[in-house]
C-alpha cells in the first residue's frame, strides 16, 4: 500500500518531443506529491511538486497533471531538450503521519539532438 | 549557503568491515533523512532524524545499521560487518522542519569487495 509504481523504466525522445512518465499509488493518505531529477553521480533535485487540491501544475516547461479519483500523475516536459536527459522519479509523502517520501522506481529518459 | 555534504563520495569496504557515512545538512536544516539506492532502483527510506533524536526509523535493517545526528557535527549512518548486498548509493537529504521540501547531498557511493 506503499508503494509508488512509475512507468516507463525508459523512454527516448527526439528534441522538441513531449516526454510524458506516469504514477499510480495506492495510498490514499498521500498529499505532497513532488517530482526530482537525477543526473549520473548527483543527488536527486526537486524539479515540481502538486498537493490533491489541485489538477494541474505548471513550472516552465515541466507541468504535472492529478487524477486524484484515478490515484495517479504523471509529469509532462514540453520541448525537451538533449539537457533533459536524466532519471526522473516520481515520490509521495504522508505529511500528516511523518516526513518520508516513497519514491517510484524511477524512468531514464534521453532527449536525442 | 552551502548544500547538503555527504563524505566520503566514494568509500569501498572489504566484506565484514564497517563504513560510517557522514552527512552535514544545509545551514539551519534540523531535519535528516537516509535513503539508499540499488543499482537500477528507486530510493528507499532508511531513517529520519532531528538533532538528537531518531524519529522514525521504520526503512532500517533491524541489524548492522545504526544512524545518529548528535547535537555538534554531522549525522552518521553506520553499517557494521559490511556485506555485498549493502552495495548502493547512500543519499542523505535535509528539510529545515518537518514537511518541508528535502533538499539532497551527492551521495556516497558504497561498494563491498
Known amino acids: 500500500q506503499q508503494q509508488v509504481k512509475q512507468s516507463p523504466q525508459s523512454l527516448i525522445v527526439q528534441k522538441g518531443g513531449i516526454p510524458i512518465i506516469n504514477c499510480a499509488y495506492e495510498n490514499t493518505a498521500f498529499d505532497y506529491f513532488p517530482w526530482y531529477q537525477q543526473f549520473p553521480g548527483k543527488g536527486p533535485a526537486l524539479l515540481i511538486a502538486i498537493r490533491p487540491d489541485v489538477s494541474e501544475k505548471k513550472e516552465g516547461r515541466f507541468t504535472i497533471s492529478f487524477n486524484k479519483s484515478a490515484k495517479q500523475f504523471s509529469l509532462h516536459i514540453m520541448d525537451s531538450q538533449p539537457g533533459d536527459s536524466a532519471t526522473y522519479f516520481c515520490a509521495a509523502q504522508e505529511e500528516t503521519s511523518g516526513s518520508r517520501l516513497t519514491f517510484g522506481e524511477g524512468t531514464q529518459l534521453t532527449v536525442n539532438p | 549557503n552551502a548544500g547538503v555534504m555527504q563524505n566520503p563520495r566514494h568509500l569501498v569496504r572489504r566484506r565484514g568491515q564497517e563504513a560510517r557515512l557522514r552527512c552535514s545538512p544545509m545551514?539551519?536544516?534540523?531535519?535528516v533523512y537516509w535513503y539508499r539506492q540499488l543499482p537500477e532502483e528507486g530510493l528507499k527510506f532508511m531513517v529520519y532524524l532531528q538533532k538528537e533524536n531518531i524519529i522514525d526509523e521504520s526503512g532500517m535493517p533491524k541489524e548492522r545499521f545504526s544512524a545518529e545526528f548528535p547535537k555538534e557535527g554531522p549525522s552518521i549512518l553506520r553499517i557494521q560487518q559490511v556485506v555485498r548486498g549493502d552495495s548502493a548509493a547512500y543519499f542523505c537529504?535535509?528539510?529545515?522542519?518537518?514537511?518541508?521540501?528535502?533538499?539532497f547531498g551527492p551521495g556516497t557511493r558504497l561498494t563491498v569487495l
Open positions: 545551514k539551519g536544516h534540523s531535519h
Open positions: 537529504a535535509s528539510s529545515p522542519r518537518l514537511y518541508n521540501e528535502q533538499f
